[in-house]
């Protein structure tokens, strides 16, 4: 039994045993006041009565008229005149009006008043005896009228004082119910604040449990925060604070040949030109100091965009990845735009780009040598020149925004199709299936480095989350398979998408509790508040809520608490050749070890070979994916023609 229902069972069993005890009490000393008065009148109007007819003459006809006549006032139930002898002289009775009382009533107060008696003198000598009994009929009546006030009383009385003890126990009933709420979060690993209430004992328990909620998170933010550092010493250039030359070189690799990223977007080097020759005339500390704010402006190009990454490869090289970027003249008047007004305020120090497409088949080291020479190209051309290598671009589908907005339009009125890869245990039992999606364009299926500029463009990031979290929802109820979509950036900023999935979701209960939504790691960092309206909106359906990419940011993982998230997908960058490198493992382990803290499943990306495999399960990881993760038991055939 609930505290709240105790509270009002005492609440209940007062308000009766008070109600309850007035009333009892109430009617008892009524009784015994009316028995008291009525035994007194009896006494009285017996001792009045015989007086009167001591003093008048004995004739029988003048008694009996006498008595009669006091009977008939209907004040006695019974007179009776007996002689000295005992045998009665005169009797009259009369019946009791309590028929139309309850019979209960009537035999709970019966009334026990003993008649009034006296003595009636003839002269110096006794004539008889007089017994008078009062007719009390009328007392059941009024005693009935009080009982039935009492009562309505006591029931008008019993309202209020429910009412306020509603109010009362209402104003336990809130800290009472978020001080329940806070250790139901705490026993989730949700270590989650609450403001103290004003009643002492429950203040006392939620200030106990803000501190411990308190010093869990400062662990966490400090475990988080040394990971974060070391991660910073492993994958960031110490100077410019961006990625170093092997992550990049990693992030760059996961990208060409992932299945389930298909390489698109642009690639660009920049060098920062004759750079030993401004280090002589502008000294190291005022290079060193353009050099942090080409990284810084790098960053900025890169920090709302899901999966763009910049980094500084050698001492003058630095590189841009902008994997949703498809207009390559566009992407060079951004550089130049960004990064020609820091180097003409460093005296105009030479800054010439190559920019070179991705695609799916490319190779990284055939990519760089392309920009390689690109870039000896554009030194030779001038300081502030640029080349642009689209020897492999592909013929697009559509020519103008217009035809390529109806044919998305109409790819996504008809329908998604949902390619197929397994998450697994360590154990090789299924977590659920990543799920990317493909449009039908032109007659064949597409997958998104076709498509996915396009999309952006456009703005159709809802549209196209909510037809993938559809089908995934009608695959999942036909075959009842768990699968995972991802969530973009800008569907998650869309105001009208939360209730368009809490619509659907509840449309599809029963799937809904095998649907695991990905969000973006950057969602984390630039859309914060976002996160959690989706979170706490979607979490009554039961869905699975988690962060792919995970890598930067470690240091907040412990603000992520408060939000349910019930997994993350490690990058494929912190996994790559993980087996090699001791400093990745410690990431990871660590990553795994905070994961384990709060409840999260920790699942690892990008799994290519068995040696990655077998050193994620001994660092612990939940789950694994990746070109080396294959269970035949769960394979669903994926037959889309990209």
Same mark, same amino acid.
């Given at each position: ?38 035994? *007194? ?12 007819? @001591? ?11 006498? %008595? ?16 000295? @002898?005992?045998?009665? &002289? $005169? ?6 009006? &309590? ?6 009533? $009537? ?8 008649? =009034? ?12 005896? +007089?017994? #008078?009994?009062?007719? !009390? @009929?009328?007392?059941? !009546? ?12 006591? %029931? ?29 979060? *705490? ?21 106990? /449990? ?8 400062? /662990? ?34 996961? @990208? ?30 005022? $290079? ?33 990845? +902008? ?7 566009? /992407? ?16 105009? &120090? ?57 044919? #998305? ?10 390619? !197929? ?77 939360? =209730? ?18 990905? %969000? ?82 920790? *699942? ?39």
């Amino acid at each position: 039994m609930s505290l709240i229902k105790q509270l009002w069972l005492i609440v209940g069993l007062v308000l009766l045993l008070a109600f309850g005890g007035s009333l009892i009490i109430g009617l008892t000393a009524t009784r015994h006041y009316i028995e008291q008065e009525v035994r *007194i009148k009896n006494a009285d109007n017996a001792n009045a009565l015989a007086l009167s007819m @001591s003093q008048l003459d004995k004739d029988p006809v003048i008694i009996e008229l006498l %008595l009669a006549a006091q009977f008939d006032t209907g004040h006695y139930r019974r007179i009776t005149l007996e002689s000295a @002898s005992g045998e009665p &002289i $005169v009797h009259r009775e009369a019946d009791e009006h &309590i028929d139309e009382l309850p019979r209960w009533f $009537v035999e709970l107060v019966r009334f026990e008043v003993p008649p =009034g008696r006296a003595v009636v003198q003839d002269g110096w000598r006794q004539y008889g005896t +007089l017994t #008078l009994a009062s007719q !009390h @009929s009328y007392a059941y !009546h009024t005693l009935w009228r009080s009982s039935q006030h009492l009562v309505g009383w006591f %029931l008008l009385a019993g309202l209020l004082s429910a009412l306020f003890a509603w109010w009362i126990v209402r104003g336990i009933q809130r800290p009472l119910q978020a001080t329940v709420a806070q250790a139901q979060e *705490i026993g989730e690993r949700r270590f989650t604040t609450r403001q103290e209430p004003r009643t002492r004992e429950l203040r006392e328990v939620t200030a106990a /449990m803000n501190r411990l909620s308190f010093q869990v998170r400062e /662990m966490l933010t400090e475990e988080g925060e040394k990971l974060d550092r070391l991660r910073h010493r492993l994958q960031l250039d110490p100077l410019t604070q961006v990625t170093n030359r092997e992550h990049f070189m990693q992030h760059l690799q996961v @990208s060409l040949e992932s299945e389930r990223r298909r390489a698109h977007g642009h690639l660009a080097l920049i060098r920062v030109g004759e750079l030993a020759t401004f280090n002589e005339r502008l000294g190291h500390a005022r $290079v060193d100091g353009l050099l942090k704010e080409l990284g810084q402006a790098l960053k900025q190009l890169t920090d709302s965009e899901e999966g763009a990454l910049g980094g500084r490869l050698n001492g003058s090289d630095f590189a841009l990845l +902008l994997p949703w970027e498809d207009d390559a003249d566009a /992407m060079a008047k951004r550089l130049a735009a960004t990064l020609y007004p820091l180097a003409d305020a460093a005296d105009g &120090i030479p800054l010439p780009m190559a920019i070179a497409r991705l695609t799916p088949d490319t190779r990284r080291a055939e990519l760089l040598s392309r920009l390689d020479a690109g870039i000896a190209e554009a030194e030779a051309l001038g300081p502030r020149a640029h080349t642009i290598d689209t020897c492999e671009a592909p013929a697009p589908l559509f020519t103008n925004h217009e035809q390529w907005r109806q044919a #998305l339009t109409a790819a996504l009125d008809g329908g998604v199709y949902l390619a !197929h890869y397994p998450v697994l245990t360590p154990e090789g039992e299924l977590l659920h299936h990543e799920c990317p999606s493909r449009l039908r364009l032109l007659g064949h299926w597409r997958g998104p480095n076709l498509f996915m500029p396009w999309i952006r463009r456009l703005g159709l990031h809802a549209r196209l989350d909510l037809a993938v979290v559809t089908q995934a929802l009608r695959e999942i109820g036909r075959d009842g398979q768990p699968r995972g979509i991802h969530l973009s950036l800008e569907g998650i900023s869309d105001s009208h998408l939360v =209730g368009q999935l809490q619509r659907l979701l509840t449309t599809h209960a029963e799937a809904s509790r095998a649907l695991w939504l990905e %969000l973006p790691q950057v969602a984390v960092e630039h859309r914060l508040e976002r996160v959690r309206d989706l979170c706490q909106a979607l979490r009554p359906y039961g869905c699975h809520i988690g962060l792919e990419h995970a890598g930067a940011g470690l240091a907040r993982l412990a603000d992520l608490q408060d939000l349910g998230l019930g997994y993350i997908k490690l990058d494929a960058s912190l996994v790559g050749a993980i087996d090699h490198s001791q400093e990745r493992q410690t990431i990871v382990r660590g990553m795994v070890t905070l994961c384990r803290s709060l409840g999260i499943l920790a *699942i690892a990306e990008g799994v290519s070979t068995h040696e990655e495999r077998d050193t994620l399960i001994e660092i612990g990881v939940h789950g694994l994916t990746g070109p080396d993760i294959r269970d035949p038991r769960h394979e669903l055939e994926d037959d889309s023609d990209d």
